[in-house]
Structures are given as C-alpha cells and as structure tokens.
C-alpha cells in the first residue's frame, strides 16, 4: 500500500532574490544544522519548513526559503 506525502509547494515565489536552502539527512542532523544556523543568527528554526520524510527510511528533509541581499546581475 502506497501513502502519499504532501509536497511542498514551492510555486508562491519565483523571484531572483529568494534562496532556498535544503538541508537532507537524519532527523537529528538536519535539526542540529538548523539549531547551529541560528545560533550564527542565519535563520531562527521557525523559518524552516516542517520535517518532510524522503524516500530513504530515517531521513527527512527542510526548506528555508530567504530573500537574498545579493544583487542579481540581469544578463
């Protein structure tokens, strides 16, 4: 039996400024990656998706989606 996750939809944005950030591993790696983010005052917790199960068991994934201050050159 197949149980379908929800995907995260990611169309509300495309702009040149925005970064988004994946971060891909065990539940405690990835959270100590977003804890160590903040603690560099990148991006609080609260700004990262929820946990999103992947297809390899034990692994979840998060996104954080930024507006970037970099200035994007227009080719």
Request: neutral net charge; charged residues 20%; aromatic residues 6%.
């Amino acid at each position: 039996m197949c149980t379908e996750q929800p995907f995260l939809d990611l169309r509300d944005s495309a702009h040149p400024h925005l970064l988004r950030v994946l971060t891909i591993g065990s539940p405690t790696v990835v959270e100590d990656y977003i804890l160590r983010q903040h603690q560099l005052g990148y991006a609080a917790p609260h700004e990262w998706s929820r946990p999103l199960p992947t297809i390899n068991p034990g692994e979840v994934m998060r996104i954080l989606t930024k507006r970037s201050l970099m200035r994007v050159d227009q080719g």
